[in-house]
């Protein structure tokens, strides 16, 4: 699926997006949500945990929340929105899980991405990575919430949490990645960096095949962003 979005009258940056999500290999149901609106210049990957009928309610939860979001126009307005979607859907989380019998663990992470003509903020929990491809180079974004043993450290519904954010300047010609721990798992940041240089729906369909011939331990699911300038004409391209 693809919608490029031409925000303005006059010389502005513009997106396209193309997003894909599969079950894998050996899961029994899809535990991942995708949150693309394209209009609105706001994406996230969401990556939820907890088993049979409780990783899904996670994701859907956040993923609902965050579709609902009355977006701020000033970035300081729109780190405390989003810190406080999160910690509001990580109480919900948390107190549902209460009262689960047998008490499990219920949560989700998160990597969001939002821009703006002036701005772009990223914001994420857990192992959900943001990728940028800039002039052939390849940088995350992102730093794992990752103990020593590669568990979780911060989770959305259990323990304490605080998001991270940083701020990004975008240009024409980058792409940016979104991406649950069941891709870049299965694929090594090289192989990222090749298929992000291809075109992106090739991309975009190389990339589920290759996690899932990898192995596909997990669900995966990801988005991709292409960054340009153009000049006027606002319209949506199916």
């Known amino acids: 699926r693809l919608l ?3 925000p303005g009258a006059m010389m502005m940056t513009s997106w396209q997006r193309w997003s894909a999500t599969d079950i894998g ?3 029994a149901q899809n535990e991942d949500a995708l949150v693309c609106l394209d209009y609105e210049g706001l994406w996230a990957v969401i990556d939820g945990m907890g088993g049979i009928n409780a990783g899904n309610v996670a994701s859907a939860a956040l993923a609902h929340a965050i579709e609902h979001l009355e977006l701020k126009k000033s970035l300081a307005d729109a780190v405390d929105q989003i810190e406080d979607l999160v910690l509001a859907v990580h109480d919900q989380l948390h107190e549902f899980a209460q009262q689960e019998t047998p008490r499990r663990t219920l949560g989700c992470t998160l990597g969001l991405m939002r821009l703006t003509q002036t701005w772009g903020l990223l914001a ?10 800039r002039e052939q180079e390849l940088t995350r974004l992102t730093q ?4 020593p043993e590669q568990e979780l450290t911060r989770l959305i519904g259990d323990g ?3 998001p991270d954010f940083a701020i990004v300047r975008v240009q024409a010609g980058d792409r940016y990645l979104l991406c649950s721990d069941g891709l870049h ?3 090594p940041d090289a192989r990222l960096a090749w298929w992000l240089a291809q075109e992106p729906e090739l991309a975009q369909r190389e990339l589920v095949a290759e996690a899932l011939a990898a192995g596909g331990r997990d669900n995966l699911s990801f988005i991709i962003l292409d960054i340009d300038c153009d000049a006027p004409a606002a319209r949506a391209k199916p």
């Open 185 to 187: 798992n299965e694929i």
């Open 160 to 162: 304490e949490l605080l």
């Open 144 to 147: 794992d919430h990752l103990g």
């Open 25 to 27: 290999n050996r899961r």
């Open 124 to 133: 994420w929990v857990g192992d959900v990575r943001i990728y940028r491809w």
């Open 4 to 6: 490029r979005y031409l």
